[in-house]
């Protein structure tokens, strides 16, 4: 066979191998088959499957199942009814199980993307989700990826279900069937109050303000966070989201005044919640050089009072900065 027939063929075989074992048992050949033809193989047709791979490759059958070596026994030496299985080449993908560690190694990631005609994720995607001490992507980091590709580009997060083999394993028409769509967010702002149960949160502020340790702390929670680049003007795509977290270092008399002026340029005449987040607040608070204090300005806008945040306290309050900044999100 030609390499790209054996490619083929060992990711079908990697697909079916439901539980991940580097065989194919009864209960696997038996869904394929369903899959391709809806109906399961007898009972003696899989030991005449696996008797004539045991007769024309030693190392074929283990453990009672196919091996991966099937994949590159010569057509021609099987039957073309025995063999009709392995020869569908259409794309059936399939997800990888994750080891009981609840994280995905380097290696286990790689083995996952081995459906994929490429890899979809850069080695950035360690650092903005969920790790473990290892550095490895946990269950709920993995979930934060997946959310993120659907918000950001759904027609990809379709793709990369199509090469894991989402319809075929649930049984669905297409693969559409995994997508929700809510209703437009003009309707959420009119009834003040969504559908949804994922948001984007803009973090807005002077560079080293303590942005990076707020999105530190609020990873792992149904929050889709950016990071926005200071910039003495905004675009478009820095002010979509659904509720905005300015925060200032109460340690830098000129933090303030950054927030003050975007929250004026971009926000205030918007719809667009927002939430005060004063940084860095253990270390002593200086008095900010604008004309009312961020207390004040809280007050005069209709915002709640700037939440105390800080990296270097046990207890520190994310907690409560979450459930404000969800409410705000869920209900306008």
């Known amino acids: 066979m030609k390499p790209a027939c054996i490619k083929a063929l060992t990711r079908i075989f990697r697909i079916s191998d439901q539980d991940n074992d580097g065989t194919l048992n009864d209960a696997e050949l038996n869904f394929f088959q369903r899959?391709?033809?809806?109906?399961?193989?007898?009972?003696?047709?899989?030991?005449?499957?696996?008797?004539?791979?045991?007769?024309?490759?030693?190392?074929?059958?283990?453990?009672?199942?196919?091996?991966?070596?099937?994949?590159?026994?010569?057509?021609?030496s099987l039957h073309s009814n025995e063999c009709v299985v392995w020869i569908l080449a259409f794309d059936i993908f399939s997800e990888k199980t994750v080891d009981r560690d609840c994280a995905l190694s380097p290696e286990e990631l790689k083995d996952?993307?081995?459906?994929f005609p490429y890899i979809p994720w850069g080695p950035d995607v360690n650092n903005t989700v969920c790790t473990n001490e290892m550095g490895w992507i946990t269950y709920q980091g993995f979930l934060s990826q997946w959310t993120?590709?659907?918000?950001?580009?759904?027609?990809?997060?379709?793709?990369?279900?199509?090469?894991l083999g989402y319809s075929i394993l649930t049984e669905q028409e297409s693969q559409a069937s995994a997508i929700t769509v809510t209703r437009d967010k003009k309707i959420d702002l009119q009834k003040k109050q969504t559908q949804r149960n994922v948001f984007r949160c803009n973090l807005i502020g002077m560079k080293g303000c303590g942005k990076s340790g707020v999105l530190q702390a609020l990873l792992g929670r149904n929050?889709?966070?950016?990071?926005?680049?200071?910039?003495?003007?905004?675009?478009?795509?820095?002010?979509?989201?659904?509720?905005?977290?300015?925060?200032?270092?109460?340690?830098?008399?000129?933090s303030f005044e950054y927030c003050a002026r975007m929250f004026k340029q971009h926000f205030m005449d918007s719809r667009i919640p927002c939430l005060v987040i004063a940084a860095k607040s253990d270390l002593h608070e200086v008095r900010q050089q604008y004309g009312i204090s961020p207390v004040d300005f809280c007050k005069k806008h209709k915002m709640p009072p700037p939440q105390a945040f800080s990296c270097n306290t046990v207890d520190a309050p994310i907690k409560d900065i979450f459930v404000k900044l969800t409410t705000m999100a869920m209900y306008p």
């Open 35 to 76: 899959i391709c033809f809806n109906t399961p193989l007898a009972p003696q047709a899989l030991e005449d499957v696996k008797n004539v791979v045991r007769k024309n490759l030693s190392d074929g059958v283990a453990d009672n199942g196919l091996t991966l070596k099937v994949a590159q026994i010569e057509i021609s």
């Open 112 to 115: 996952l993307f081995k459906v």
């Open 223 to 254: 929050l889709m966070l950016h990071n926005v680049c200071e910039s003495d003007f905004l675009c478009d795509a820095d002010t979509v989201c659904d509720v905005v977290c300015l925060v200032y270092d109460v340690s830098n008399p000129k």
């Open 148 to 163: 993120l590709t659907t918000y950001l580009d759904v027609q990809r997060c379709l793709e990369y279900l199509g090469y």
